[in-house]
């Protein structure tokens, strides 16, 4: 072999929600390129570990292995990261990869993130059309407002900012940043603004956007680099407004 | 009047928008997907969406764009359906527009749109370089309003099995696996859709997302329905090399002015930005002079393989050409293009602002697919198919663009459709045919029960590696007779060896090997599709190219491939049928000619 080096990675194992984990090494033939998903299915092919004792190929999710789909959040190197775009080379090691803390495991990296979905729905993260059939143009919008829109609506949900997020727990129910960036996506759309009170209602009390204690970890942990502070920001003036019109509108 | 119960099988463009037009309609929809609809394949899709709105005052018009699509696809389409498809278009980028995709826009305020391949018009609507995940949002955003509504559940984590069949050959719901608590349940309904993408896990690795296995296609042709044009597969000119997949560089690229180059001499070790344009080759533009850089995917793929194989003039004598944007300023390409230069960044560590990217043709896409009528129904009663899973919209070869509007478009047909018959369902008084469900779980059962006890010693990751392997080499750019039946048999040997397949996992939670294993069975059976199909057709059609038979014949082949499974004999057999050539008579395809 031309290049004989070798990567070791630690991987932290749970065969279901219930059961115990535990750690699992295994050494790997390295090649350029290398990233943490192709390493996952050379475990596949080959599932044997450092120590030479057969095992099962190791349960993760992934989809696109581009960066785009959100699926294969996990941490590495005890960071929350995305499996596909960690390139081996750029990462120390031994590598260890862990699932999720902060949601209910389903097995070995793979965690249950449907909160996050739950989460859209109860912010009425959509445009409300009247129908799909044709109803002309849709509202001129200049390229500042494509260009405000188009970094918020790249939001791939891979609950990243979650993850690190110091107040998102079962204590606080914190939204997280990713659902406020979406209630300030459409709280910014010519037609999506007609259900910005209810969006700002359900942010509002526990678990609303108060809950944010400005660690500032999102923003830096967020692969695809939304500018989740300032939307949290942002959204947190709109809710104060609400919140002082409600008062005097009671 | 009750309410129609249809299930989709898929949560990409194609899924998402039946489900809407059927929540719409008032139907209600049961969506199962693998993955979180979200996180469907469609996010992938880069470049964007055509529609013929003509906003740049070139006289762009609904005819042309169909005329390009089918030219395009080597007029192995039925025409009217792309014609009707061509015509929708406005008014589906309107639609989207509606929903809150932010689409780039021009100074004025209006849509902006640029030049993909194939075309000579600026036709492609565009939110940067990531459209298909912007209109995949958009329509997750829209289903999820009706899913908080009541009208849509979601079935999630949720794998396709089978379609449950009745006596009389009618569809009466699906058999799905849940990949969580692996139980295998059958769910009714008075209509399927299946929207469940392409097949390019067949080939090892390509630009697909690791669910687009075909499982599900395969799995209904083994039981009756016909696959059509399976020999059409799209090798997409340019991709970055990947160890653990193919990674789209969108025609974007070349869309906003990319040129596609080697140097001229052999083995020049030079950093790219220092040789003189003089030393450069821009074959596409010297072989395409009215094209350039963008003549239709099937014409640029070959060129590269030519430039590679046959003038030995590959990088440093690898398989790869620059594509270069460097002459490009850097706002336009941060406004137009940033997504996808940073999936190239990200993962080869160049900023292909500063220096050319180096790529090669990789498998994209699929053509052939489910046959389906005007209707989007297959030929089982009951069952419907939208989007790349079918056959209908492309011919011999899509062009760049129109696949986000054949998805959406498919399924805006195919839902009402299914709910006009689920209506028709309800008042003939069916009633569900119980035993045909409890029948397929236990079918499905007993496949899960031999596969878990099975004790041979060959791994399925293994086997998918050689299946990739000989697909990729011998059923793609350039294709051979010969080597075509070397695939055939050595697909019946990895179907044999299947037989001894041992599972490394036996567990019965999130077992994700286990599930694998189940499709590369059916990756393995819809393989010897796409190979025989593509041994019989002795022509070259758009994607499928056998220099032993270099020219179109129109004569003998100007049909659509339909497969079918013979059961007693365990392999494909194959019918041929007219195409639908009654708007535009065919007519030789030449992108080399000068005007």
Same mark, same amino acid.
């Given at each position: @072999?031309?290049?004989? $080096?070798?990567?070791?990675?630690?991987?932290?194992? %749970?065969?279901?929600?219930?059961? $115990?984990?535990?750690?699992?090494?295994?050494? =790997?033939?390295?090649?350029?390129?290398?990233?943490?998903? +192709?390493?996952? @299915?050379?475990?596949?092919?080959?599932?044997?570990?450092?120590?030479?004792?057969?095992?099962?190929?190791?349960?993760?999710?992934?989809?696109?292995?581009?960066?785009?789909?959100? +699926?294969?959040?996990? =941490?590495?190197?005890? %960071?929350? $990261? @995305?499996?596909?775009?960690?390139?081996?080379?750029?990462?120390? %090691? /031994?590598?260890?990869?862990? /699932?999720? +803390?902060?949601? /209910?495991?389903?097995?070995?990296?793979?965690?249950?993130? +449907?909160? =996050?979905?739950?989460?859209?729905?109860?912010?009425?993260?959509?445009?409300?059309?009247?129908?799909?059939?044709?109803?002309?143009?849709?509202p001129r919008q200049s390229s500042e407002m494509q260009e405000e829109a188009y970094p918020l609506s790249n939001c791939i949900s891979c609950c990243c900012c979650m993850e690190a997020c110091p107040q998102f727990n079962d204590k606080t129910g914190f939204v997280g940043a990713a659902t406020i960036a979406q209630v300030r996506l459409f709280n910014s759309h010519p037609t999506g603004k007609a259900l910005k009170t209810e969006r700002l209602k359900a942010l509002m009390g526990d678990g609303g956007i108060q809950e944010c204690g400005y660690a500032q970890n999102c923003v830096e942990i967020c692969p695809k680099e939304l500018p989740l502070t300032k939307s949290i920001a942002d959204v947190g003036g709109q809710v104060m407004w609400q919140a002082v019109k409600d008062f005097f509108r009671t | 009047m009750s309410h129609p119960k249809i299930i989709v099988v898929g949560g990409g463009l194609a899924g998402l928008s039946a489900t809407i037009k059927i929540a719409e309609m008032g139907g209600h929809v049961d969506l199962f997907s693998i993955v979180p609809v979200k996180r469907s394949h469609s996010v992938c899709a880069q470049g964007g969406i055509n529609a013929a709105k003509n906003l740049k005052g070139e006289g762009d018009s609904t005819w042309q764009h169909f005329d390009d699509s089918i030219y395009g696809g080597d007029f192995l389409a039925n025409q009217p359906p792309v014609k009707a498809m061509c015509e929708a278009a406005p008014s589906i980028i309107d639609l989207l527009d509606r929903m809150g995709v932010p689409f780039n826009r021009t100074p004025e305020g209006l849509l902006d749109f640029r030049r993909f391949g194939g075309t000579l018009y600026n036709r492609t609507a565009f939110a940067g370089a990531t459209t298909g995940q912007q209109l995949l949002y958009a329509l997750d955003e829209q289903v999820r309003r009706y899913e908080a509504e009541g009208k849509v559940t979601k079935y999630e984590a949720w794998e396709f099995l089978s379609a449950v069949i009745d006596d009389q050959r009618v569809c009466q719901g699906i058999c799905a696996i849940d990949l969580r608590s692996m139980a295998v349940k059958t769910f009714p309904a008075e209509a399927v859709i299946i929207a469940t993408g392409g097949v390019g896990a067949i080939f090892g690795k390509s630009t697909n997302s690791v669910v687009c296995t075909g499982s599900a296609q395969s799995a209904l042709y083994q039981q009756g329905a016909y696959y059509a044009n399976g020999e059409f597969i799209q090798v997409h000119p340019t991709c970055i090399p990947g160890e653990d997949k193919l990674r789209l560089m969108s025609e974007s690229a070349r869309g906003e002015g990319g040129r596609v180059w080697v140097p001229k001499q052999a083995g020049d070790k030079r950093d790219p930005k220092s040789i003189p344009e003089g030393e450069r080759w821009y074959f596409l533009e010297e072989w395409y002079p009215k094209y350039g850089n963008l003549v239709p995917r099937d014409i640029a793929t070959r060129a590269i393989h030519k430039v590679v194989y046959e003038y030995h003039l590959g990088l440093d004598g690898q398989p790869m050409v620059y594509l270069d944007l460097t002459h490009i300023d850097r706002a336009t390409l941060d406004r137009k293009l940033e997504g996808i230069l940073e999936i190239y960044e990200k993962f080869v560590g160049d900023d292909p602002r500063d220096t050319p990217m180096k790529i090669f043709p990789g498998v994209h896409y699929t053509m052939g697919g489910l046959w389906v009528d005007f209707e989007q129904r297959t030929n089982i009663e009951g069952l419907y198919a939208a989007g790349e899973c079918e056959y209908q919209y492309h011919g011999a070869n899509r062009l760049g663009a129109n696949s986000l509007l054949s998805c959406i478009y498919a399924g805006f047909v195919s839902g009402p459709n299914a709910v006009n018959y689920a209506r028709n369902v309800i008042k003939s008084g069916r009633t569900p045919a119980h035993h045909v469900h409890d029948s397929e779980r236990k079918r499905q059962e007993e496949i899960n029960a031999h596969l878990l006890k099975n004790d041979g010693a060959e791994n399925p990751f293994l086997l998918w590696r050689e299946?990739?392997?000989?697909?990729?080499?011998?059923?793609?750019?350039?294709?051979?007779?010969?080597?075509?039946?070397?695939?055939?048999?050595?697909?019946?040997?990895?179907?044999?060896?299947?037989?001894?397949?041992?599972?490394?996992?036996?567990?019965?939670? #999130?077992?994700?090997?286990?599930?694998?294993?189940?499709?590369?069975?059916?990756?393995?059976?819809? #393989?010897?599709?796409?190979?025989?199909?593509? #041994?019989?057709?002795?022509?070259?059609?758009?994607?499928?190219?056998?220099?032993?038979? &270099?020219?179109?014949?129109?004569?003998?082949?100007?049909?659509?491939?339909?497969?079918?499974?013979? #059961?007693?004999?365990?392999?494909?057999?194959?019918?041929?049928?007219?195409?639908?050539?009654?708007?535009?008579? &065919?007519?030789?395809?030449?992108?080399?000619?000068?005007?």
């Open positions: @072999m031309a290049n004989s $080096k070798t990567v070791i990675f630690k991987i932290k194992r %749970q065969q279901t929600p219930e059961s $115990k984990p535990y750690w699992e090494e295994f050494e =790997l033939q390295y090649r350029p390129g290398m990233n943490v998903t +192709s390493a996952l @299915m050379d475990i596949a092919a080959n599932p044997v570990t450092r120590q030479g004792k057969p095992t099962t190929p190791v349960t993760y999710d992934s989809n696109c292995l581009e960066e785009i789909c959100g +699926s294969c959040a996990m =941490l590495i190197n005890g %960071q929350a $990261k @995305m499996a596909c775009s960690a390139l081996v080379a750029n990462l120390k %090691q /031994p590598i260890t990869l862990e /699932p999720f +803390s902060k949601f /209910p495991i389903v097995r070995d990296l793979a965690v249950d993130r +449907s909160v =996050l979905f739950e989460n859209l729905k109860g912010v009425k993260a959509w445009v409300p059309v009247d129908g799909t059939y044709d109803l002309g143009t849709g | 299946l990739g392997e000989t697909m990729t080499k011998n059923c793609t750019v350039i294709r051979y007779n010969k080597n075509i039946r070397e695939t055939d048999a050595k697909l019946v040997e990895l179907l044999e060896r299947y037989r001894h397949v041992n599972l490394s996992d036996r567990s019965m939670w #999130a077992n994700t090997s286990f599930v694998f294993t189940r499709q590369l069975y059916n990756m393995l059976q819809l #393989a010897r599709v796409i190979a025989q199909g593509a #041994a019989m057709r002795d022509e070259s059609r758009g994607a499928h190219y056998k220099p032993d038979f &270099p020219e179109r014949d129109d004569a003998n082949w100007l049909k659509t491939t339909k497969a079918y499974f013979a #059961a007693d004999a365990d392999e494909p057999r194959f019918e041929f049928e007219q195409v639908d050539t009654s708007l535009i008579k &065919p007519r030789p395809r030449r992108y080399d000619a000068a005007t």
